[in-house]
């Protein structure tokens, strides 16, 4: 079992960027594939983006490539989001999602085992 915990999403402007980050709980975090997802008011939620287990193979949404980077600090149990040239298609509650061990990244969400409760991203003009 792995709890998630979302944090650094606020208010920002367009253009600005956030670092939205999770922290994992569990001693096998390295064997987790990790995943972004966002869910914007009245749109289904939708992948962001992914980190292989093995931590050198990531993806990207067309929509955030070129401006959003995904990483992962396996000593410290986390996964983070860097959002640059934000803009204001991007509001959304942001979560973090866990595979199972040695599972593949997903661009679904049935393809995660294990969710953060999300953090609130708005981006204003």
């Known amino acids: 079992q792995v709890q998630l915990v979302e944090s650094g999403g606020g208010l920002v402007q367009a253009g600005d960027s956030l670092r939205l980050s999770c922290a994992a709980s569990?001693?096998?975090?390295?064997?987790?594939?990790l995943g972004w997802f966002r869910q914007a008011p009245g749109k289904e939620r939708e992948f962001v983006a992914g980190?292989?287990?093995?931590?050198?193979?990531?993806t990207y949404a067309d929509s955030v490539k070129g401006r959003f980077t995904i990483s992962r600090d396996n000593a410290k149990n986390t996964v983070s989001l860097q959002m640059n040239s934000l803009k204001l298609e991007d509001t959304a509650v942001y979560y973090c999602?866990?595979?199972?061990?040695?599972?593949?990244?997903?661009?679904?969400?049935?393809?995660?085992?294990?969710w953060g409760q999300g953090t609130q991203v708005t981006v204003s003009s």
């Open positions: 999602a866990a595979t199972k061990p040695y599972s593949r990244i997903g661009r679904r969400g049935s393809d995660y085992d294990f």
């Open positions: 569990g001693r096998t975090f390295s064997t987790y594939s």
């Open positions: 980190i292989w287990w093995s931590g050198g193979f990531t």
